[in-house]
Each structure stands twice: as structure tokens, then as C-alpha cells.
């Protein structure tokens, strides 16, 4: 069984940067490959960006691309998030998700369904003020 717990949220103004963490605990994090979606107030749950287990491989949602950057300390067993340029629009709760690396592969069309996942973190909120 994987845990995971993410962490860094808050409230932050239209501009401004924040990172996010996740932690996995109960399997070593080089064997998960690692997704990071949202879910705004009143909207449908959306695919951030995803990273590969090795780490070799990333991918973003356009709505992000350029603002945001997701990496990961294998060694610490930890996943990022960094959101520079903040909009009001980025407001929601982010929820990092994993699946152990396996013969299905890291593409694009995979990891950036929901579905995908295994395990879920439960979430932390971000806002940012226009």
C-alpha cells in the first residue's frame, strides 16, 4: 500500500509562486510514476502534469505549461510542484496521484487520466488572490 501526503497550499496573491509537495511512503518513489491534478470550485477535476519514475519524463497541461514545474527527490521519496506566476484561475484543491512504474508505460495518453492512478493523496488547497 502507498501513502501519499501533499503539502505546501495556501493563499498566495495573483503573481506570486508556491510549491507543492508529495510524499510517498510504503514503496520507494523511483518506482511510481507520479501525477499532480486539480479541481477548482464547481469545475471537473483536471490532469496538472505528470512525472515518470525515473523522473526523465514530464508532462503538462497547456493551462500550465511554462508557469509550472514538477519534479522529484527519489532519494527523499518526495514529488514537486513549483507554480510560478500565479493566476486566480490556478484556485483549487491539488492532489498528486501514483501508479507503479510497470510494462504499461509513462505516455502522455496514460498518465494523464485520473484513472490511471492507484493511489491519491487527499489534497491541499491553493488560492490565489487577484
Known amino acids: 500500500q502507498v501513502r501519499l501526503e501533499e503539502s505546501g497550499g495556501g493563499l498566495v496573491q495573483a503573481g506570486g509562486s508556491l510549491r507543492l509537495s508529495c510524499v510517498a511512503s510504503?514503496?520507494?518513489?523511483?518506482?511510481?510514476?507520479v501525477g499532480w491534478f486539480r479541481q477548482g470550485p464547481g469545475t471537473e477535476r483536471e490532469f496538472v502534469g505528470a512525472?515518470?519514475?525515473?523522473?526523465?519524463?514530464?508532462y503538462y497541461a497547456d493551462s500550465v505549461k511554462g508557469r509550472f514545474t514538477i519534479s522529484r527527490d527519489n532519494a527523499e521519496n518526495t514529488m514537486y510542484l513549483q507554480m510560478n506566476s500565479l493566476k486566480p484561475e490556478d484556485t483549487a484543491v491539488y492532489y498528486c496521484?501514483?501508479?507503479?512504474?510497470?510494462?504499461?508505460?509513462?505516455?502522455?495518453?496514460?498518465?494523464?487520466?485520473?484513472?490511471?492512478?492507484?493511489?491519491r493523496g487527499q489534497g491541499t488547497q491553493v488560492t490565489v488572490s487577484s
Open positions: 496521484a501514483a501508479e507503479p512504474v510497470s510494462w504499461r508505460g509513462s505516455s502522455y495518453v496514460r498518465l494523464k487520466l485520473w484513472g490511471t492512478y492507484d493511489y
Open positions: 512525472i515518470s519514475g525515473s523522473g526523465s519524463i514530464t
Open positions: 510504503g514503496r520507494t518513489a523511483k518506482n511510481l510514476n
